[in-house]
């Protein structure tokens, strides 16, 4: 269209030129419109020549600027066109790249997440075959002894026992602080009860004077003490050693005499330190008393496979465990060394773990032996100050 309307200009443009040289050439425009000759046009006639020229030119000049503008309009129109689908293209071109790439993102994510799953079995199947393969070297293998590191207390009944030594001194106790019945009595009485337990637990256990020989506590490192006679004895021994014939209690008439108040004073003072030398004799009693049941046989087979040679009772005192495995670790026999039956279960055969939990467990039993020591120590300390005082009473 828009080729059409600037041919039609182009034609009436060279037109009007062609006109204006006519004109340029003949000298007049009546010559060059009408031809040569003499007589010339009149005013009229050339007036209405132009009239009619310009009137051509006009509506020329009218057709051509409409022609353009439709031209113009409708290419606008078709460019509108033309913009508006390429930008629909544009849109669904971006939305189907978008949809690729998602869909390939998702891809990717789905790949990675597959190689990271393959790697992180991998790796986990590694491990298994590595600590297999250690395992099966016997890296792993515990201390063949280690099922014989038991507590050495029952865990229903602590470092208790059912009878324990004050127990067993509290005779001694109830005599020195007069609530005995012959301490009452006084006298000849008191005197008598001595002799007629001495004659009583004659020949216990082969003990010629059984209430004053302590070799039947310090021989043996577990004690029955739920036992009545070996209650009875060890009661007269600690009566015996601490105070055989003690002063009977202050009656009031006696107390309100200035000689019965300086007796109850003495008595105070020499009570509160036969007291102490009770409890130093209670904490020894104590680490005899029965407080694991050995059901298992654990302690009596640690007993055959080392140098031990006490007898080894059902029920063990915290002593006697501390015992058999002390000496367990210090003088193994030799299934211990060597292993039982034809198994690499000794002591030559264990590797740097098992001896690392051999270590172990000889610092922790030094460790309690260390805690019992200071128990005593305390004990002795404080009976070793009340000898110092009663020394230096004069």
Known sequence: MIGTVMSRTSLKTVTMSCATALVLISGSPAHALFGGGGNCASPITVKNAHNGTRDVVRNEHETTRNAIIDAIEEQTVELTDKMEETTQRIIEAMALAAGENTAGLQRQTEAERR??????????DRMRQEVRATAESGAFDP????????????????????VNGGGVTQPAINRITGDDEDVRAGG??????????????????GSVNATTDWSLMLD????D?????????LGWIVTNSVDAMPERAMTEEELATPEGMSRAAEAQQR??????????INMSLNMRAPSLTDSQGTFAGMADDSAYNRPVPERLSELQQLDIRTVYHYAPGPNRMNGTNGQQNGLV???????LQEIHTIMSINARINYVRLELENRNAITN??????????
């Open 188 to 205: 000849a009485r008191v005197a008598r009860s001595v002799v007629d337990a001495r004659d009583e637990f004659a020949g216990y256990r």
């Open 115 to 124: 190689i990271a799953d393959a790697q992180e079995l991998n790796e986990t």
């Open 225 to 233: 003490l739920s036992d009545p006679d070996m209650q009875g004895v």
């Open 220 to 223: 043996d490192p577990t004690i």
């Open 271 to 280: 009570l509160a330190r036969q007291r102490a030398a009770v409890e130093t």
């Open 349 to 355: 055969h264990m590797n740097e773990k098992g001896w």
């Open 143 to 162: 201390n063949p002894f280690s099922c014989s590191l038991l507590d050495i207390f029952e865990s229903n009944r602590g470092s208790g026992s059912p």
């Open 385 to 394: 100050a009340l000898i110092l005082a009663a020394l230096s009473d004069g």
